[in-house]
């Protein structure tokens, strides 16, 4: 559980999840606070379960700003809450809670226009048709991304029918056409001019040997191990490759200016502690 706050003025925050050992959350918030001269601000990392989420949101005190949150608990959150955004409420998923100083708890999601600042930083801002590897939770915020950025189709490449149902309705409720094919078919995502892997570590490494001669963007959500066998074989082809890191960033750029009210969060900083901390790993 959260200790209390021992003095007036102290701020909090933190990242729960489970597992949460390896999350690169404290490191990039806390970069941002000593960048903005935030010396009574604090974030920490909790593991915390789908069953013991709401005692540990019942422990808070006032001194509590806000939490990210990661799986299993983005969509466990919900029913906790005084408050959903539009952008979460489209995909389900909550990967952030602002606390109000009366005490309610607001859920939104920054995964979403994190993915969006990720590629317009690498110059991609509008595709004609995109694909994507896997169908969880990050690939419906994936799906709500491209509703902003591709004008055609996206092709989800998934396992079994089940999956492939969820992603077409998720499509249908987000305005986006979505096509679905076969997991063994995948090879075939690699000629799209953006890609988004969503898979988890390991599971994309079998398409790194059928990367085209001129491939598009890769927008690979991992970010440790890094790089992947794909998006290693995506450089070496000459392909752009948006990492998990740029995704982590752009979307802890956001939490840190809603938490704190400061505007704009210094994301190269913020980055930069996030490059050093995976290169110490």
Same mark, same amino acid.
């Given at each position: 559980?959260? #200790?209390?706050?021992?003095?007036?003025? /102290? *701020?909090?925050?933190?990242?729960?999840?489970?597992? /949460?050992?390896?999350?690169?959350?404290?490191?990039?918030?806390?970069?941002?606070?000593?960048?903005?001269?935030?010396?009574?601000?604090? $974030?920490?990392?909790?593991?915390?379960?789908?069953?013991?989420?709401?005692?540990? %949101?019942? !422990?808070?005190?006032?001194?509590?700003? +806000?939490?990210?949150?990661?799986?299993?608990?983005?969509?466990?959150?919900?029913?906790? %809450?005084?408050? /959903?955004? !539009?952008?979460?409420?489209?995909?389900?998923?909550?990967?952030?809670?602002? %606390?109000?100083?009366?005490?309610?708890?607001?859920?939104?999601?920054?995964?979403?226009? +994190?993915? /969006? @600042?990720?590629?317009?930083? *690498?110059?991609?801002?509008?595709?004609?048709?995109?694909?994507?590897?896997?169908?969880? @939770?990050?690939?419906? #915020?994936?799906?709500? =991304?491209?509703? *902003?950025?591709?004008?055609?189709?996206?092709?989800? $490449?998934?396992?079994?029918?089940?999956?492939?149902?969820?992603?077409?309705?998720?499509?249908?409720?987000? !305005?986006?056409?979505?096509?679905?094919?076969?997991?063994?078919?995948?090879?075939?995502?690699?000629? &799209?001019?953006?890609?988004?892997?969503?898979?988890? =570590?390991? &599971?994309?490494?079998?398409?790194?040997?059928?990367?085209?001669?001129?491939?598009?963007?890769?927008?690979?959500?991992? $970010?440790?191990?890094?790089?992947?066998?794909?998006?290693?074989?995506?450089?070496?082809?000459?392909?752009?490759?948006?990492? !998990?890191?740029?995704?982590?960033?752009?979307?802890?750029?956001?939490?840190?200016?809603?938490?704190?009210?400061?505007?704009?969060?210094?994301?190269?900083?913020?980055?930069?502690?996030?490059?050093?901390?995976? @290169?110490?790993?």
């Amino acid at each position: 559980m959260p #200790s209390r706050a021992t003095s007036p003025g /102290i *701020r909090r925050a933190a990242v729960l999840g489970s597992p /949460i050992a390896h999350s690169l959350s404290p490191v990039l918030h806390r970069a941002a606070y000593g960048e903005l001269g935030l010396t009574t601000w604090s $974030y920490d990392r909790f593991e915390v379960t789908e069953t013991g989420l709401a005692d540990f %949101l019942g !422990g808070l005190d006032p001194s509590w700003a +806000g939490l990210s949150l990661t799986m299993p608990l983005k969509r466990a959150v919900i029913p906790l %809450l005084d408050d /959903i955004t !539009g952008t979460a409420a489209s995909v389900e998923a909550v990967n952030t809670v602002i %606390l109000g100083a009366d005490g309610r708890r607001t859920g939104d999601n920054t995964d979403i226009p +994190g993915m /969006i @600042a990720a590629l317009r930083e *690498r110059g991609v801002t509008t595709v004609e048709s995109a694909a994507i590897l896997g169908a969880g @939770a990050t690939a419906s #915020s994936a799906l709500a =991304a491209l509703a *902003r950025v591709c004008t055609g189709p996206v092709t989800a $490449y998934v396992r079994g029918e089940t999956r492939a149902a969820e992603m077409r309705g998720w499509g249908a409720r987000l !305005g986006v056409e979505v096509r679905t094919a076969d997991w063994a078919d995948a090879a075939g995502a690699l000629d &799209a001019p953006l890609v988004v892997a969503t898979t988890p =570590a390991g &599971a994309s490494d079998v398409l790194a040997g059928q990367v085209p001669d001129h491939p598009g963007t890769l927008f690979d959500v991992l $970010y440790d191990p890094w790089p992947t066998a794909l998006a290693a074989a995506w450089s070496a082809r000459g392909g752009q490759v948006v990492g !998990g890191l740029d995704l982590l960033v752009h979307q802890a750029v956001l939490q840190v200016e809603m938490m704190t009210g400061r505007v704009p969060a210094p994301l190269p900083v913020m980055r930069k502690a996030g490059e050093q901390a995976l @290169a110490s790993r």
